[in-house]
């Protein structure tokens, strides 16, 4: 399965990654790479204990993720 994930920028340094299907499904790491890595034992320790509650697992529905720029003040 593949789910859509969203990388922050922590304020502390680091990363900080968030899971939009799976409600509550966070995780973070030090570089991208290891932010990426957590993820994955994220989302295996989220759908785990769906199945384990006899829950449905949820689709991921996002489409795509874009930058919009808008201008401030005058």
């Known amino acids: 399965m593949e789910f859509s994930v969203v990388?922050?920028?922590a304020e502390e340094g680091g990363y900080w990654l968030e899971v939009p299907a799976l409600e509550g499904c966070f995780t973070q790491g030090e570089?991208?790479?290891?932010?990426?890595?957590n993820a994955k034992e994220a989302i295996a320790l989220y759908l785990e204990g769906l199945t384990e509650l006899?829950?449905?697992?949820?689709?991921?529905?996002?489409?795509?993720?874009?930058?919009?720029?808008?201008?401030?003040?005058?």
């Open 7 to 9: 990388i922050h920028q």
């Open 31 to 37: 570089t991208m790479k290891e932010v990426l890595e």
């Open 54 to 74: 006899g829950k449905e697992i949820p689709k991921d529905e996002m489409v795509k993720v874009e930058r919009v720029e808008v201008s401030v003040g005058s």
